[in-house]
C-alpha cells in the first residue's frame, strides 16, 4: 500500500505517565476527572467508567460493571456512545448510534442500505438521572444509516452541532436497493435535540473516492482551535485534521504525505487532554477488539505515542465511545450513585 508505519520516525514517550514528562505547569482547570462511556459487542447498551484527574487513563467500571442506560426504543441497540453537556452544565445528553449487529438475520448490507436514519437520545439535567430514550430521526429519507455521533456546544448560539456518517441514495430509489454516494460526514444543529436542522454535508470525499465514518473532536484549548480524526474506510486506518479558523474553517491534515495515526486498522477515535497537564491529549482508537491508547504532547504536528495498559491502567476489551470532562461537583455526583 505504501504506507510506511509511523512509529519508527517519532520521538517516543516514556511508557509511564509518571511525572518523567516535562510539560508547562497546569493552569487552574474546574475538573476533577474523566467518565468514559462505552458498550459492549454482546451487550450493546451505555456502560461508564471513571477515573480521576490523577490517572486519567486508569478508567474503573461504574454500575458494578452493569449498563447505566439499556436502549428501549429502534433497534434497541447502542454502539458508538457520546456524552455532552451545555456550557452551563444544566443538560447533559448522551447519543448513541442505534444500531444492534446481534439482531437475528443481522447483515451490514441491510444495515447501510435500510438501518436507522434516528439516534437515540437520553437527556439529564444532573447527569445522575436520565429521561426516558427517544430516536430522533436526523437524516433525510434519501440516507442509507446514522452512525457514530459527536457533538461540539457552541455557547454563543446556544446550539448542539451534531455530526455523525451516512452515504446517500438516489431520490427516486426509495428502497435504496441500488448504489449509494460514499459514507461521509454529515451535521445538524440542535437547540435541545428535539428540533433539528435539515442535514447537511461536512465532510465528503467522493471526488477523492474515500469514504468516512467515525469523526470526532478534539477542543485545542483556544477559540477556533481544534483537531478532528477521521476513519478512511478504504484502508481502515484514523487520520487527523487540525485548524485554527473553527469548525467550518481551513482543515490541514496533519500526518505528512496523505499519511495516518498508525496505518493499522483503527477506529472510533476519542480524543480528550489532560486536565492536569497543559498541552498532553490522549487518543483511544479501537483496533475492531478494544481501545488502545495514545498520548501526544505535540497534538498540532499529529505526534501520537502508543501507551501499554499496563502503564496506564487502561481496561482491556472498550469499545467506540467518549471521554467526558467531569467537575469536581460531577465527578462526586458520579462516584455517590455509580460507584
Ligand atoms: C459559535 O458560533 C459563532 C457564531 O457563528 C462563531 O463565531 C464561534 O466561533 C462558534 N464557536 C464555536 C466554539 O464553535
Ligand atoms: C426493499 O428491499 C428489500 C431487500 O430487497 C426487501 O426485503 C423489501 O421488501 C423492499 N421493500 C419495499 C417496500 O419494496
Ligand atoms: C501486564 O499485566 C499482566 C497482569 O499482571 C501481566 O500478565 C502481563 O505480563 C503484563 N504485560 C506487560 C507487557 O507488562
Same mark, same amino acid.
Given at each position: 500500500m505504501g504506507i510506511l508505519?509511523?512509529?519508527?520516525?517519532?520521538?517516543? +514517550?516514556?511508557?509511564?505517565? =509518571? $511525572?518523567?514528562?516535562?510539560?508547562?505547569?497546569? &493552569?487552574?482547570?474546574?475538573?476533577?476527572?474523566?467518565?468514559?462511556?462505552t458498550f459492549t459487542d454482546a451487550n450493546p447498551a451505555v456502560y461508564w467508567y471513571l477515573s480521576s484527574a490523577e490517572n486519567p487513563l486508569a478508567f474503573k467500571p461504574l454500575n458494578a460493571g452493569n449498563p447505566v442506560l439499556t436502549s428501549t426504543v429502534g433497534t434497541k441497540g447502542n454502539r458508538d456512545i457520546f456524552l455532552t453537556?451545555?456550557?452551563?452544565?444544566?443538560?447533559?445528553?448522551?447519543?448513541?448510534?442505534?444500531?444492534?449487529?446481534?439482531?437475528?438475520?443481522?447483515?451490514?448490507?441491510?444495515?447501510?442500505?435500510?438501518?436507522?436514519?434516528? +439516534?437515540?437520545?437520553?437527556? =439529564? $439535567?444532573?447527569?445522575?438521572?436520565?429521561?426516558? &430514550?427517544y430516536l430522533a430521526t436526523i437524516e433525510s429519507p434519501q440516507a442509507g444509516m446514522a452512525w457514530a455521533p459527536s457533538v461540539i456546544y457552541n455557547a454563543t448560539e446556544e446550539e448542539y452541532y451534531l455530526f455523525w456518517a451516512s452515504r446517500l441514495y438516489s431520490p427516486s430509489d426509495t428502497n435504496h436497493t441500488g448504489p449509494a454516494n460514499l459514507d461521509r460526514i454529515r451535521y445538524a444543529t440542535t437547540p435541545d435535540f428535539i428540533s433539528f436542522s435539515e442535514p447537511a454535508d461536512y465532510v465528503a470525499l467522493d471526488d477523492e473516492n474515500i469514504p468516512l465514518i467515525d469523526q470526532e473532536f478534539l477542543y485545542l484549548g483556544q477559540e477556533g482551535h481544534y483537531a478532528r480524526f477521521l476513519k478512511d474506510e478504504n484502508v481502515l486506518h484514523v487520520y487527523q485534521e487540525t485548524t485554527t479558523t473553527g469548525l467550518f474553517g481551513d482543515w490541514t491534515r496533519t500526518q505528512d504525505g496523505g499519511e495516518y495515526i498508525r496505518a493499522s486498522v483503527y477506529e472510533g477515535p476519542a480524543a480528550f487532554p489532560d486536565v492536569r497537564a497543559d498541552g498532553r491529549y490522549y487518543l483511544l482508537m479501537d483496533n475492531y477488539v478494544e481501545y488502545v491508547p495514545f498520548v501526544s504532547e505535540d497534538v498540532e504536528e499529529g505526534e501520537w505515542a502508543e501507551l501499554g495498559f499496563n502503564a496506564t491502567g487502561l481496561p482491556r476489551?472498550?469499545?467506540h465511545g467518549n471521554v467526558f470532562l467531569l467537575t469536581g461537583r460531577e465527578y462526586e455526583a458520579v462516584l455517590k450513585r455509580f460507584g
Open positions: 508505519p509511523l512509529l519508527s520516525t517519532l520521538s517516543l +514517550l516514556p511508557l509511564s505517565l =509518571s $511525572s518523567t514528562i516535562p510539560h508547562k505547569p497546569a &493552569p487552574e482547570y474546574p475538573y476533577a476527572g474523566y467518565l468514559l462511556s453537556a451545555n456550557e452551563e452544565r444544566s443538560e447533559y445528553f448522551v447519543i448513541t448510534t442505534d444500531l444492534d449487529i446481534n439482531a437475528p438475520g443481522f447483515s451490514w448490507d441491510e444495515a447501510t442500505r435500510r438501518g436507522s436514519r434516528g +439516534l437515540v437520545i437520553w437527556r =439529564s $439535567s444532573n447527569l445522575i438521572d436520565w429521561d426516558e &430514550p476489551g472498550l469499545k
